[in-house]
């Protein structure tokens, strides 16, 4: 059981989100410790009945906080923490499934656009202080989305709000998900994954917004990039990993496909040595598809509902892991 209203102490721990100052500003009356380092994590661990953060969680922190009941993990992925320790201590563990699907989805169409406005090539040519002039060839100029066919790879909160936003563009939308039955979200037609290598050749945008998954991991390799349209991009939004990033490079350098943007990596921090950092048909954002001004109140939003789950006696949490 949760102590009062009263009595609570949440713990926030990220390095750079900031839910504490987000929580106060609603003026809840709940007491709130902000942790941005590992000594500070540590250092709040005995007074603390619930905790939120993500990358910061050690699996010996249970051990080690004997008041806490109740994780509201800052990220939709929990692989990292152990259900058995949880069970052991008697912690309730929620997911943040959900609370990038905003954000994510409207940075996927940001990429699309960029690549068929060519916006990456106007900011180097801003810097130049180039004036490009009017182009003949078709290849160099830039494009529209409406009558365009996307593939959306993964039909979860994300993917059902990216079909959302492409119907809105005239696009014709093809979704694939791990259970096709489980609904079209408005896409013009759905399938399963084995399904995917016949439907790329129709394809003039991909875009990754899936989980990384044992069926998902190099999804996109070199058969995938063989079988796309020479004028078709590559947009990944899911884990660096769905893409095979050696065969991604080769078949960019040769002009495979028109072009990639990456919001994620195979390695992060990218390394220096990357050859996509300078190839020009790529566009690279640093993992940033999920975090917005908005995404520590939708955090809260979160926690708040789940906490008064807990006051009241329910079971069932939203994204109730365990």
């Not at 495979?256 to 990596?265: C, K, P, Q, S």
Request: charged share 20%; proline share 5%.
């Amino acid at each position: 059981m949760l102590p009062s209203r009263a009595d609570i102490t949440i713990g926030f721990a990220h390095v750079a989100y900031n839910c504490a100052a987000r929580l106060a500003l609603r003026n809840t009356g709940l007491r709130a410790i902000q942790a941005r380092n590992a000594a500070e994590l540590d250092a709040m661990l005995p007074q603390i009945d619930v905790l939120s953060l993500s990358g910061m969680w050690r699996n010996e922190i249970p051990a080690r906080a004997p008041r806490l009941r109740f994780v509201q993990s800052m990220s939709a992925g929990t692989d990292q923490y152990d259900r058995a320790v949880l069970a052991a201590h008697s912690i309730r563990l929620a997911s943040a499934a959900g609370v990038n699907a905003r954000a994510v989805s409207e940075h996927a169409m940001a990429l699309m656009l960029a690549m068929t406005r060519r916006l990456v090539e106007a900011r180097d040519n801003q810097q130049k202080k180039l004036w490009r002039g009017m182009m003949s060839d078709f290849d160099k100029r830039e494009d529209e989305l409406a009558g365009k066919t996307v593939i959306v790879i993964g039909m979860g909160r994300i993917g059902g709000r990216l079909i959302k936003l492409c119907r809105a563009f005239e696009m014709t939308i093809i979704g694939i998900r791990a259970n096709p039955a489980a609904g079209a979200e408005g896409a013009d037609e759905v399938h399963g994954m084995a399904a995917l290598p016949g439907l790329l050749p129709r394809a003039d945008m991909v875009v990754l917004v899936c989980p990384l998954t044992p069926e998902t991991t190099g999804l996109i390799g070199a058969k995938a990039l063989a079988a796309m349209k020479p004028s078709a991009y590559l947009i990944n939004c899911a884990r660096g990993r769905v893409c095979d990033e050696p065969a991604l490079i080769a078949a960019l350098t040769a002009g495979r496909i028109r072009g990639a943007a990456l919001d994620v990596t195979a390695e992060e921090p990218l390394p220096a040595a990357s050859p996509l950092w300078t190839l020009p048909n790529v566009f690279i954002t640093p993992h940033t598809a999920g975090e917005t001004c908005a995404y520590e109140d939708n955090v809260v939003d979160l926690l708040l509902e789940n906490l008064d789950r807990l006051w009241r006696g329910e079971a069932a949490l939203v994204n109730q892991v365990v």
